[in-house]
C-alpha cells in the first residue's frame, strides 16, 4: 500500500513593510534610531521593517522628516548654485537634480553618501543629489573631482608608468602576487571559524581549511597587519563568498575592536559586509557577461 504523504506547512511570509532611503549616513542613523528592529535586504534592495503596522509608522517617520526639512530648501539650493555654480565634466545640473557620473572610486562613494538625500541610479548608473543638498555637495566637490579624475583609466595609467621599474612597482607586484595565493595568516592558538563570513585585513572571506603550515612573521608584516612578538600563525586558505553566503550573514554590532584587529580577523560589521556584497555582485554580472559572450559564439 502506498504511503500517505502531508504536505509540509509553507513558511509565512514575514509581516512587515520596506523602504528606500537616501544614501546618507545621517538619515540611516535617524531611521535605525526609529525603528531598531529594521534589517537592510540586499534582495529587496530596501529596509524591511517587520511588523502590521509597520507601513504605517514609515509612513509617519518620513512625512516627520519632511517636516522638519525646509520647504523652500531646493529652491535655495537652485540659487546658490546659479550665483556660484560648480562647473565640471563630471556633475550636469538638470530641472530636478544634479547629476554626478564619475569613473568608480570608493573615495567618491564615501563622500556622496554623506550628501544628505543623495541617490544612486542604478539604470544610468550615475548619482543624484537635490538642489536642497548643494552646500554639502559644493563642500565635499573638491575631494569627489580629485578622486575622480585619479580614476581615469589615463591617470591610472600614467601612475603606472611613473612608478614602473621602482622599488613601490616591486612592491606592488609583491603584493598582487600574494594576494593570488588565496592564504592568510591566522594564530595557531586561536583559528576563526570555517566557511562563514570573517572580516579581515584584505576584505571579508570564507575560510576553508589549513595545513598547519607556519608564517613567516615578516611575511605577515609585510602583506598582512604587523605580526605580534611571540606569537604564532599559520596559513589559512580562504575564497570568496557567494552573494547568498554574504547576504544571509548577520553582521556584527560594533566594528573590530584593537585586540581583534591585532588578531588579524574579526565578525564584519554591516560596512564590511556591504562593500563584499557590491563585489560580490560586480563578480556575478561579469560572470554573465562572460556566459553571454560565450553562447553568442
Known amino acids: 500500500m502506498d504511503e500517505e504523504t502531508k504536505d509540509q506547512p509553507s513558511r509565512p511570509?514575514?509581516?512587515?513593510?520596506?523602504?528606500?532611503?537616501?544614501?546618507?549616513?545621517?538619515t540611516v542613523a535617524r531611521f535605525r534610531e526609529a525603528f531598531p528592529r529594521a534589517r537592510w535586504s540586499d534582495r529587496l534592495n530596501a529596509w524591511f521593517v517587520p511588523g502590521r503596522t509597520a507601513e504605517k509608522r514609515i509612513s509617519r517617520w518620513l512625512a516627520e522628516m519632511e517636516a522638519e526639512a525646509d520647504r523652500f530648501a531646493d529652491e535655495k539650493g537652485r540659487d546658490a548654485f546659479a550665483f556660484d555654480p560648480i562647473?565640471?565634466?563630471?556633475?550636469?545640473?538638470?530641472?530636478?537634480?544634479?547629476q554626478i557620473q564619475t569613473?568608480?572610486?570608493?573615495?567618491?562613494v564615501n563622500e556622496i553618501r554623506e550628501i544628505p538625500y543623495a541617490r544612486w541610479d542604478a539604470d544610468r548608473r550615475l548619482w543624484t543629489v537635490p538642489y536642497r543638498?548643494?552646500?554639502?555637495?559644493r563642500k565635499r566637490w573638491p575631494t569627489i573631482e580629485a578622486a575622480a579624475e585619479r580614476s581615469e583609466p589615463e591617470a591610472r595609467q600614467a601612475r603606472r608608468e611613473t612608478i614602473k621599474g621602482t622599488q613601490e612597482d616591486e612592491a606592488s607586484k609583491a603584493r598582487m602576487k600574494e594576494r593570488r595565493r588565496k592564504r592568510y595568516p591566522v594564530p595557531a592558538d586561536y583559528a576563526?571559524?570555517?566557511?562563514?563570513?570573517?572580516?579581515?585585513?584584505?576584505?571579508?572571506?570564507f575560510?576553508?581549511?589549513?595545513?598547519?603550515?607556519?608564517?613567516?612573521?615578516?611575511?605577515?608584516?609585510?602583506?598582512?597587519?604587523?605580526?605580534?612578538?611571540g606569537e604564532e600563525y599559520v596559513w589559512t586558505s580562504w575564497r570568496s563568498g557567494s552573494l547568498e553566503e554574504l547576504v544571509t550573514t548577520w553582521p556584527a554590532r560594533t566594528p573590530p575592536n584593537e585586540r581583534e584587529l591585532e588578531r588579524g580577523w574579526w565578525m564584519p560589521d554591516l560596512e564590511e559586509l556591504r562593500v563584499a556584497r557590491r563585489n560580490a555582485k560586480s563578480r556575478r554580472r561579469a560572470r554573465e557577461r562572460n556566459d553571454k559572450k560565450e553562447c553568442s559564439r
Open 103 to 108: 569613473p568608480y572610486s570608493r573615495t567618491v
Open 133 to 137: 543638498s548643494f552646500n554639502e555637495l
Open 87 to 98: 562647473e565640471s565634466r563630471y556633475l550636469e545640473a538638470t530641472t530636478a537634480t544634479l
Open 192 to 205: 576563526p571559524p570555517f566557511d562563514r563570513a570573517v572580516g579581515t585585513h584584505v576584505g571579508v572571506v
Open 207 to 229: 575560510f576553508i581549511g589549513t595545513d598547519g603550515e607556519l608564517a613567516d612573521p615578516a611575511t605577515i608584516s609585510t602583506f598582512y597587519f604587523p605580526a605580534e612578538d
Open 13 to 26: 511570509a514575514r509581516v512587515g513593510a520596506t523602504t528606500d532611503l537616501p544614501h546618507d549616513r545621517i
